[in-house]
């Protein structure tokens, strides 16, 4: 009984996370493919994301609320939207995204549509689904012009839509402040104590009004700026050791574990 209960509780610690990565004909839009019943930490974004959950299921927070998604939902994150994801029951999830650079929005579909945001991060649209999942394989094999096409016809019907759910609350004064600090200097960690003053707040309440209205810890969300910061010199070409170098990670080592932990993909597999 007790080898039968040490094979189960080791079968259970055995990780499922796979991960496929497709860089479009077009600078500023890529296709992630994932399986995974990894928990993921609290991260944002640089890009608009629109997918497609295709099996099992996930509950996540982000500033939009509680996202539950299921088969076929079809999921949304907007730039800088800070979210977790944890898989629903025990077992691995499926989901396939699309990712696109908001300049690329504002110079080839409508200024106008990289101003607005996502409302529903997850919603049950059959239609939507079947396009989103049509246009997801079409865009590996298509020219630049025609995968300006797709994505101005799926963006556009996501974000061309009437406010009817609610967006997330702009920080107040004193968080501001201290997320223009971070944002500043991000090779310079600052102290909690340094925040704390440039919010006029003792360090405690600066901890937690960051916490609450940011949704992470200023240490953490630090962390997770250094790792966007490092994607875009990824994709300005920066070989991964510059990259580290030039966000705030002490080696290329540092930086991928800050990835895979963050994004469930390596810097080498993000550049690929």
């Not at 579909?109 to 997850?122: G, K, Q, V, Y």
């Not at 556009?156 to 759910?165: I, Q, R, V």
Request: proline share 7%.
């Amino acid at each position: 009984m007790k080898t039968m209960e040490a094979t189960g509780r080791a079968r259970k610690s055995i990780m499922t996370h796979r991960i496929h990565c497709t860089h479009a004909g077009l600078p500023g839009v890529h296709l992630v493919d994932i399986l995974s019943d990894r928990r993921f930490p609290r991260h944002s974004h640089d890009e608009y994301g629109i997918g497609v959950m295709l099996d099992g299921g996930h509950v996540s927070w982000s500033g939009r609320g509680r996202v539950e998604a299921g088969p076929s939902h079809v999921i949304t994150v907007n730039p800088n939207e800070l979210h977790d994801g944890i898989p629903a029951g025990d077992s691995a999830r499926r989901w396939r995204m699309l990712f696109v650079a908001p300049r690329l929005i504002t110079r080839a579909i409508c200024p106008d549509l990289a101003s607005r945001e996502f409302h529903h991060p997850a919603m049950i649209d059959p239609v939507m689904t079947r396009r989103l999942l049509q246009g997801m394989a079409d865009i590996p094999d298509r020219d630049p012009g025609a995968i300006t096409e797709i994505i101005g016809d799926l963006f556009g019907s996501l974000l061309d839509t009437p406010e009817t759910a609610p967006t997330a609350t702009k920080p107040s004064y004193g968080v501001q402040l201290m997320l223009e600090r971070i944002h500043d200097d991000p090779l310079e960690a600052p102290s909690l104590a340094a925040l704390a003053r440039i919010a006029g707040l003792t360090p405690y309440t600066a901890l937690r009004r960051f916490r609450r209205e940011v949704g992470t810890t200023p240490h953490a969300y630090l962390k997770q700026r250094r790792v966007r910061l490092a994607c875009a010199a990824i994709s300005r070409n920066l070989s991964l050791t510059e990259a580290a170098a030039v966000t705030g990670f002490a080696d290329q080592s540092h930086m991928t574990r800050a990835f895979v932990r963050q994004l469930g993909v390596t810097p080498g597999q993000w550049r690929a």
